[in-house]
């Protein structure tokens, strides 16, 4: 008997091990089944499904009327020079900006009274650097309306006062978003979700239509400003959404409209830019509205300057070269003599060169890498990072788009002189550049960080749980430690790959750090270099860079924030 | 000592069920594994990811380096007037098509050539309407591309010979494609996933492509064609796209030119719903490369029509009455009689608001059905079904897009007359029941098939099986039968809802059959009214219109094969 006994006892405390991993198992299919909140792939598992509810579709049907409305508006502003005003686009914002205001100030009382309103934050979402650049530009933002209100209000006798209405009320709009987003970029908001979403989708069209109309404008007024001298056909530009015809027969009450004018516009590119900050940030807060995170393990990787050298060391020659050629070119530019300009020109296309040549093959080189190092990706579903590699791919378009409207222009004007070789040569060599790098941010974000591979295995190997248990069950001996061996053994063995890496993201990091500088302080050669207004039609091409160039500084900003990331998790 | 060993051996045998139960969850794991691919949202599961990998990012990247190449080279044709011709962008195009006929003609003998090349079907994609539609837009491209051989050779003396080669290549393309896409529309691609990627993302550009040349040449031509006479500012348009301004020089060498140049344009159309169907078909065949699909349950749902009767009568008289006015305003806006042709627009917007009125209040009746009817909703991971219902929404932009342009302009011109005022009904109206419709399609896919409730409950609750479990162990007895109770019981109580939302589905169906004939068959009231082209330039008219409207009529197509769907699952 006492064998069988022993056998009873030892199965029983077997039974045991496997009720406990039965449990184990459980409890990780329910927080599957949280987590994934309604994307369980697998037939059999139907958790009712929270994502597609009335709230979701509502939401998207508002944003998707109150922008295509806007488009259509914007259009006709554009095209027609009697029936639609710039007033009606400026009635139509007002209207959208003071209810977006309202919401969010509704929200931030909102939440802030009500118990368990925000239950989990994500700690993915509205990044530090996202955060800064939203309150840099902000600011600029807010200075760009006082000016307007100025110039505005100089103006009073012969404008509409709907024209002082709206930066008064833009600037009221802009204080109240950066304060709310700064604050509440993480939430994942958890009651009344249906007015949430409905609320952030109508604040994010807001954003999307003051772009949409910062973009026009801006292209507007460098098609009749530096280029064309205002005819009797280009006065309906004026006309419809500035204005401007008017300003020789409109006097001045401060005399000061002239600087103010010029100021405004100068500060056009940040409002650009915070419109589309705002953007992403209101789109991840929508995206999160309802998730339940797991708190979030938060990789605490230090960073060490000390370990890498020389990739920081060439990324700073790079950054003081590309910085150099950047106030020369500026200076030599704003002469007119055209000769300092072609000159200023084909060195800021070397340097480009240059710059792009050595970004691609190291990017190359550290994509190589990734294939060779078989480290495991993540591939949780994770909004945050899908949403991010999406707004890197999206942004890069804007990139994209110039350099292809360059290439085919200086090919059909038949490659002309140096400058227009060095021209096509650095916009082929951006796109092979940005396609490198794309790769490059992609793979590195969907890797696992090299710390936490040890312990991931633990857990994420059910097969072998599933063995160590059968092997338990046959031996009826309960193993001290089946635990599968720490990688951190194998950390040596794999350090010159990781130190390459982090070389790489540093060198990385601070070229795109100068490519960001060179056009977001206002370095233009697309329009200093006149083959693309040659071959389109002037305001083709501002439309095309207007458009793409906002992006184009977004994708820097954001590669940089993506770098620091893989340079940590390397 | 005897119940010790009872109670031994009964945890045993509790053991043993838990055992059973311990694999049948560590399967319906490995299944989740297996089925999502990489997109598994918990902590701790991590297994390898395969669909970011490279060859998805190298598809990606051809894909989007072809289109804005493509876009750089059609808006500089468009825009300029000597450098960028028409036979740069046809060689482009026809560079283009050939590779991709090259790869498909490879991809079928590979496939067919390999055992196991392709292991799994995916039931839900290529579905019959997809591929019939494709096969009849496909010969009616084949048909437009040899009328345009015709009529080239007749001037092949002034022409370039590359526009014929173009049409050429094009039919083979198109003959090659539907054939491919027919066979394989369904493919879930095992073998040389990368390059398979890559020649799938080949063919998407060629078709996108070949739809953006098709709208512009569209657009142009009606630009030039009814409204203005050629004038020294648009023969550039004509040079560069058409070669039509040197139709007056250029002499026909078999006197049939005329006739099937406009025989060409009447089949433009159609050519650009071809490249829209495989579009979506390629994609979703990109998609599905290297899925691994269980076997899908294809619901074997009868359809009766005696099941409903009002709808389809209601829908049937909608249809008849469509037909006869289309007709009827076929004749009347051909006359040159302006009386005749604001009848005839009065005409045709009055039946459109009737239909609009009619759908908007079904399907709104069909979502409060949604709301009271609790019916769980399938939120398993289905590319398919996301694509369908992303497809859906973007369709029906188009059709969005005409709408707010005709709502600003009507406004801003003042509303003036019965022609205008119906014109801004029909179109506000038309708004409401695209958002109500989509809400109500994207509902009705994301619900549970009826019949197959009762089967899917057994394996749905994990909590269930888990309290089961339980309960097993507390009382030591494994009971018979602890199911829950089939839903088929409940049937009876339920089928009044299911009725009206088949009738409901059959008159929408009918509805969307009406809405769509009329434009596929050519009723364009938005240039018989003249309201648009004057508010906005002609040409952006023109070409809202044209990129709006073949997706409005594929919206109409796929409300229909959805709504069909939709009626079989309620």
Redesign the interface.
């Known amino acids: 008997m006492a064998p069988q ?1 022993a056998s ?2 030892y ?2 405390s ?2 045991m091990s ?2 406990a ?2 449990e184990a ?2 409890n ?6 949280i ?2 909140h ?12 929270k ?2 509810n ?1 709230g979701w ?1 509502l939401s ?2 508002i944003s ?2 109150a922008l ?2 806007g ?3 914007v ?2 502003s554009v ?2 020079k009697v ?2 005003t710039s007033s ?1 686009l400026l009635i139509f914002l007002i209207l959208l900006v003071i209810l977006s205001t309202v919401w969010m100030v509704y929200y931030k009382v909102h939440t802030s009274r009500v118990y368990r309103a925000v239950l989990y934050k994500d700690s993915h979402a509205g990044p530090v650097w996202l955060r800064s650049g939203l309150v840099l530009f902000g600011i600029c933002s807010v200075i760009m309306d006082i000016f307007k209100i100025i110039f505005y209000v100089g103006r009073m006798n012969c404008e509409s006062p709907i024209k002082i209405a709206f930066p008064v009320v833009q600037a009221v709009f802009v204080i109240v978003q950066t304060y709310v987003l700064w604050i509440h970029a993480k939430d994942c908001v958890q009651i009344k979700q249906n007015i949430t979403r409905c609320g952030l989708m109508l604040t994010l069209s807001t954003n999307l239509m003051v772009w949409m109309m910062a973009v026009t404008e801006e292209s507007l007024h460098q098609t009749v400003a530096p280029v064309k001298p205002p005819t009797n056909n280009n006065n309906s530009y004026n006309d419809t959404l500035d204005g401007r015809a008017a300003a020789s027969e409109c006097e001045c009450l401060h005399n000061m409209c002239d600087l103010f004018e010029k100021a405004y516009y100068y500060l056009y590119p940040f409002n650009i830019e915070y419109s589309l900050f705002a953007s992403a940030m209101t789109y991840v807060m929508w995206k999160n509205v309802g998730r339940k995170m ?1 708190d979030h ?1 938060s990789h605490k990787l230090h960073f060490s300057l000390w370990d890498v050298l020389v990739g920081p060391l060439a990324g700073l020659i790079v950054l003081v070269a590309g910085l150099a050629t950047f106030v020369v070119y500026e200076v030599d530019v704003s002469k007119d003599d055209p000769k300092k300009k072609e000159e200023a020109l084909i060195m800021h296309y070397i340097m480009n060169i240059v710059a792009v040549l050595l970004m691609s093959s190291s990017a190359l080189a550290g994509c190589i890498l990734f ?1 060779m190092d078989k480290r ?7 909004p945050t990072r899908s949403l991010d590699v999406g707004l890197l ?1 999206g942004a890069s ?1 804007g990139q ?2 110039i350099c ?2 360059t ?3 200086v090919l ?3 490659v002309q002189g140096h400058t227009n070789g060095l021209n096509l040569a650095c916009a082929m060599l951006t ?1 092979i550049e940005l ?1 490198i790098q ?2 490059f941010l ?2 590195g974000l ?1 890797r ?1 960080p090299f710390k936490e591979t040890d312990v ?1 295995t633990v ?2 190997n ?2 072998a749980v ?1 063995e160590r ?1 059968l092997e338990r069950r046959s031996s009826s001996i309960v193993p001290a430690h089946t635990l599968p061996i720490p990688l951190t053994l194998l950390q040596g063995r794999m350090s010159w790959k990781r130190r390459i890496l982090k070389e790489i993201c540093a060198f990385l990091l601070l070229c795109n750090v100068t490519l960001w500088i060179i056009p977001a302080f206002g370095a233009r050669p697309q329009f200093d270099n006149t083959v693309g207004p040659d ?3 002037f305001q ?1 091409w501002a439309a ?1 860079v207007n458009i793409g160039m906002p992006f184009g500084i977004f994708y820097r900003m954001h590669s940089v924030a993506s770098l620091f990331e893989v340079c940590l998790a390397a």
């Open positions: 006994k009873g006892s199965s029983c077997s039974n496997t009720k991993d039965l198992i459980e990780q299919i329910s927080t599957i089944q987590s994934s309604g994307e369980m792939p697998a037939r059999g598992f139907k958790p009712v499904e994502g597609r009335w579709l998207g049907f998707l009327n295509l409305l488009i259509a508006i259009s006709g095209f027609n029936q639609i009606h797991d393990h294939r495991e990706q993540v591939s949780g579903k994770n791919v378009l994209f788009l292809y409207f290439i085919v222009a059909s004007s038949g796109v396609c794309n790769a992609i793979k969907h696992e991931a857990f994420a059910v097969m599933k248990d071959i389109y039609e083709t095309v």
